[in-house]
């Protein structure tokens, strides 16, 4: 079976390079789904620089975070005859089968955003420093407690992101390196107990299962007026269903409303920002990461020296990297950093 797709994909692209012998190359774009602000804006930002670039492209979305979706999605690129794979995996360890077929036929791959494990057929990887985030985050929760200088006890609860996404580890590995001297030493406090990525991690990265979780752990734990002084939150999508859960129990800004951290600079985050209902979020410029993934691209088929600034081990070799720069985002510089580049409109961002 595997061969014979891959006689068929030798046939495809032959006859594809023959019939579309002006364009620079058939590009594969696969991302997880269209529910999160982030992945529209990395396909959007993906499908125009590659097109600007010369290349046709093949844009899919796999139902909403749906691996076997995104298997099939693979198989019909590599039918189509796309000579280059750019994925952002759902799940890091559900691609090897389609990926070796691809090797197989001379497909190159980069990973965008998220690594790709246990296969020895990707080429590259794009994406920003994921362990530097979570540090950024655990670092804004020190910083903005006084930590350092003694100060405390406060509470402190975790929403952690998708166990299949290898990033949400770092995520929290990140930010843990930042703050888990505190909850040993007792000026953090985790109430509901719940501090291991097991026990917080939000399947799907869905806003609902986190606020969900948070639900639960309010009425648990912070139902007859104990403070609640952090949420330490992955991203935004979870930041939002913590901010929903909060307003909803009664939680008010100004009063005991309590730090929120994000990641991704969603326009609802960036608005809750702006109200006081999130603290942070980490702006991650998917223009820089969709043209870095291009310039990785354009040299790999030109046969050219690809620019890269580190590796990242996926369980089978050290994966040719390169990081881009998180930045921190909050309601002092989000005008500068958001709206001055050209990223959001301010009317984006007014209710
Ligand atoms: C991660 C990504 C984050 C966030 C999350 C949820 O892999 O790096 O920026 O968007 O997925 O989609």
């Not at 994909?9 to 696969?30: D, F």
């Not at 499908?47 to 999605?73: I, R, S």
């Not at 007792?186 to 939000?202: E, M, N, P, W, Y």
């Not at 930041?239 to 409303?257: H, M, P, R, S, Y």
């Amino acid at each position: 079976m595997k061969k014979v797709l891959a006689l068929t994909l030798t046939l495809v692209m032959i006859l594809s390079v023959v019939g579309s012998a002006m364009a620079a190359g058939k590009v594969g774009v696969s991302m997880p789904t269209k529910s999160l602000q982030r992945w529209n804006e990395d396909g959007d930002y993906l499908k125009a620089q590659f097109e600007a670039a010369g290349y046709e492209v093949e844009l899919q979305y796999a139902g909403d975070n749906d691996v076997p979706t995104q298997v099939a999605q693979l198989e019909t690129m590599l039918l189509n005859g796309c000579n280059v794979l750019v994925i952002t995996a759902i799940d890091a360890t559900s691609l090897g089968t389609v990926l070796a077929t691809a090797k197989e036929a001379g497909v190159k791959v980069v990973c965008h955003d998220r690594i790709i494990l246990d296969t020895d057929a990707v080429d590259y990887y794009a994406t920003f420093d994921n362990f530097q985030v979570g540090e950024i985050q655990g670092q804004y929760v020190v910083d903005t407690l006084g930590l350092a200088d003694g100060k405390g006890p406060f509470n402190i609860e975790f929403i952690a992101g998708d166990p299949g996404d290898n990033n949400a580890t770092y995520f929290f590995n990140g930010a843990m390196s930042k703050v888990q001297q505190y909850l040993d030493n007792g000026q953090l406090v985790c109430v509901s107990g719940q501090t291991t990525f097991d026990k917080v991690a939000t399947p799907k990265w869905t806003t609902a299962t986190a606020q969900a979780r948070m639900d639960d752990i309010i009425a648990a734990n912070y139902a007859g007026g104990t403070p609640l002084d952090v949420v330490l939150c992955s991203n935004d999508s979870t930041a939002q269903g913590a901010t929903n859960a909060l307003v909803a129990a009664g939680f008010e800004v100004g009063k005991n409303f309590p730090i929120i951290t994000g990641q991704d600079c969603d326009i609802a985050s960036v608005k809750n920002i702006i109200k006081g209902l999130q603290s942070m979020s980490i702006f991650k410029d998917t223009r820089i990461l969709a043209a870095r993934t291009v310039t990785i691209v354009n040299s790999v088929l030109a046969g050219e020296p690809v620019e890269t600034n580190s590796t990242v081990n996926n369980h089978v070799f050290d994966v040719p990297t390169f990081y881009c720069l998180p930045l921190f985002a909050d309601v002092n510089n989000y005008e500068e950093l958001l709206i001055g580049s050209g990223y959001y409109t301010a009317e984006s961002l007014a209710d």
